[in-house]
């Protein structure tokens, strides 16, 4: 069985950082694509981050470009999302999802639809 554990989020003050994982098991992250999403109350799902898993490419919404760093280690079958310069607009609950193969652009990707997610994990940046 296909598994994401997210792990990583917290209350932050604005400026502050944290660094959510996404941890698989069930399959490998090798030959995919992953992507963070992030949901707040009352709003629709907003992708944030996707990377290519094997080539390390990476894609950002404009709205944390600059700020949050997606990254992979294959080798633990985990994705990262470092998040810096928080602010409270960024206040949500993160979740990862993953699909494989990878047939689609990094920007599709974060339109969602992916066929493995996890549970998702809160953030909250206070001002």
């Known amino acids: 069985e296909v598994q994401l554990a997210e792990s990583g989020g917290g209350s932050v003050q604005a400026g502050g950082s944290l660094k959510l994982s996404c941890a698989a098991s069930?399959?490998?992250?090798?030959?995919?694509?992953v992507g963070w999403f992030r949901q707040a109350p009352g709003k629709a799902p907003e992708g944030v981050a996707a990377?290519?898993?094997?080539?390390?490419?990476?894609y950002y919404a404009d709205s944390v470009k600059g700020r949050f760093t997606i990254s992979r280690d294959n080798a633990k079958n985990t994705v990262y999302l470092q998040m810096d310069s928080l602010r409270p607009d960024d206040t949500g609950v993160y979740y990862c999802?993953?699909?494989?193969?990878?047939?689609?652009?990094?920007?599709?990707?974060?339109?969602?639809?992916?066929?493995?997610r996890g549970q998702g994990t809160q953030v909250t940046v206070s001002s």
């Open positions: 999802a993953a699909e494989s193969p990878c047939g689609r652009t990094l920007p599709d990707v974060l339109t969602g639809g992916q066929k493995y």
């Open positions: 069930g399959f490998t992250y090798t030959y995919n694509c």
């Open positions: 990377i290519f898993t094997r080539a390390g490419d990476t």
